[in-house]
């Protein structure tokens, strides 16, 4: 089983970037998808997450508006659309997935799996 992160690196206050996990090893399209992240000497804080079907997706109120989660099944992909990024969201990203229904957990251990993530900073 793995998930890797990729899509992470510096960009400017107000600047997008999008990062994407790709899945392998599990039924991704089983799988209610999460991304979770770690900022520098902070608590963990759940992000968003989207639906086996991609049909209903949430967002944490920090995020809302400037976030869209998404998924490819076919492809095994999850990905995180970040748009007027503030220097705030700078963290590390992770991607985690479970079954049974959308997680609201900030704790990537309460996940069935989980990447390694991927950095972004938010910076000029």
């Known amino acids: 089983v793995q998930l890797v992160e990729s899509g992470g690196g510096m960009v400017q206050p107000g600047g997008s970037l999008r990062v994407s996990c790709a899945a392998s090893?599990?039924?991704?399209?089983?799988?209610?998808m999460s991304w979770v992240r770690q900022p520098p000497g902070k608590a963990p804080e759940w992000v968003s997450n989207i639906n086996t079907s991609g049909g209903s997706t949430y967002y944490a109120d920090s995020v809302k508006g400037r976030f869209t989660i998404s998924r490819d099944n076919a492809k095994n992909m999850l990905f995180l659309q970040m748009n007027s990024l503030k220097p705030e969201d700078t963290a590390l990203y992770y991607c985690?997935?479970?079954?049974?229904?959308?997680?609201?957990?900030?704790?990537?251990?309460?996940?069935?799996?989980w990447g390694q993530g991927t950095q972004v900073t938010v910076s000029s």
């Open positions: 985690a997935g479970v079954v049974g229904g959308p997680h609201y957990s900030p704790y990537v251990m309460e996940y069935d799996y």
């Open positions: 090893g599990f039924t991704f399209s089983s799988y209610d």
